[in-house]
């Protein structure tokens, strides 16, 4: 870390109230939209520091008041529990009482409570994973579902309508190189084709006939911080926390889960969807969820699993023939690689349909 960010850093964690004294900074290179820093105290207690990236969130006032929103009414869920504090972030208050603190360049900090002893996960791997994961979520969702999803903000308008993509994908399609065209015209026939029953869901949430609850938005299962023995505990990275349908969270936390492949392998033959993990996903979820959720929202659980996985194809797509301006690649047909990985991931998908 440089002086500049050491000094940085230090300044705005002496914004905040903390008990004791900030004895070491350290920066956490792992995330790549919020800078982030873990900082501890005299008195041994840690706590993480971020800078909202605005490029990403361009109101980070409203990703604040939503987070502020939810994470004080899953904490008096969980007041009553010894370990209360571990099964939700808690955000620290500056000196004034506020939940941030803006700095002189005009970006957001924000400071939480570091929760230690827990375990992440990359990847799922095995069918115990998969089920604590869904259950984690299902219960995030369960205890969020009496809170009224309109009091939140909507921080990226239309990020998971279907409609919006394929217009984005269209658009990209009339400024494409010829050369990129050529290359990608077997993804782009598949998904054109699956276009209609893509929009499925995101037509009848638009219809209304979907409820408005609130939704994660991006629930992988790093996002997840599990206890020593496994139990999902906390459910993490709230900046994209707003109103939705459930089912966004479900389909995303399907893709991932569920893929035996990485999300940019070459081969698309190595990309498998893994009923057993999807199997104990979906009965972890359900264990938690299935007392607030609608005959039609269940229904359509593993439905969302295949639109999530296509809305992210078409993303991925869209960014290749709009020359990679918003996915960070690592060479050039990289986005295309990972369009085509999560096509065979609904073929796969479409191949084990019947016995999901």
Not at 179 to 200: D, H, I, P, Q, T
Request: aromatic fraction near 8%.
């Amino acid at each position: 870390m440089s002086e500049e960010r050491f000094r940085e850093a230090m300044e705005m964690a002496e914004r905040f109230s903390v008990p004791g004294r900030i004895t070491s900074i350290e920066e956490n290179t792992v995330g790549h939209i919020n800078r982030t820093y873990i900082l501890t105290a005299d008195d041994g207690r840690k706590y993480t520091l971020q800078r909202i990236n605005s490029a990403v969130f361009p109101h980070p006032e409203d990703v604040m008041q939503n987070i502020k929103a939810v994470t004080e009414h899953l904490a008096e869920k969980y007041a009553s529990l010894p370990d209360g504090w571990r099964r939700a972030l808690s955000l620290m208050r500056t000196e004034d009482g506020k939940c941030c603190s803006v700095a002189g360049d005009g970006m957001y900090w924000r400071m939480y409570r570091y929760i230690d002893n827990v375990e992440t996960f990359s990847k799922v791997t095995d069918e115990d994973v998969a089920y604590n994961h869904g259950n984690a979520i299902g219960k995030f969702q369960k205890d969020l579902s009496d809170l009224d999803a309109s009091s939140l903000k909507t921080v990226l308008p239309l990020f998971h309508d279907m409609k919006t993509r394929f217009s984005q994908l269209r658009k990209a399609v009339e400024s494409a190189s010829e050369e990129r065209l050529e290359r990608a015209a077997g993804e782009l026939s598949f998904l054109f084709e699956n276009e209609e029953r893509g929009c499925r869901i995101s037509r009848l949430y638009s219809e209304g006939r979907l409820p408005a609850r609130i939704t994660h938005n991006d629930t992988k299962v790093n996002n997840v911080l599990f206890s020593p023995s496994g139990e999902g505990l906390c459910v993490i990275d709230l900046d994209t926390v707003m109103p939705g349908t459930v089912l966004f969270d479900t389909g995303d936390m399907i893709r991932t889960a569920c893929n035996t492949a990485d999300e940019d392998e070459k081969d698309a033959e190595k990309v498998a969807f893994s009923l057993g993990q999807y199997r104990a996903l979906r009965d972890g979820y359900l264990e938690a969820s299935s007392s607030f959720l609608t005959d039609d929202e269940s229904s359509l659980i593993k439905e969302s699993g295949r639109t999530m996985t296509e809305i992210v194809a078409v993303r991925f797509l869209t960014d290749y023939l709009s020359g990679d301006v918003y996915f960070r690649t690592a060479y050039p047909e990289h986005n295309l690689v990972r369009a085509r990985a999560q096509i065979a991931l609904m073929k796969s998908m479409d191949s084990q349909w019947r016995d999901f």
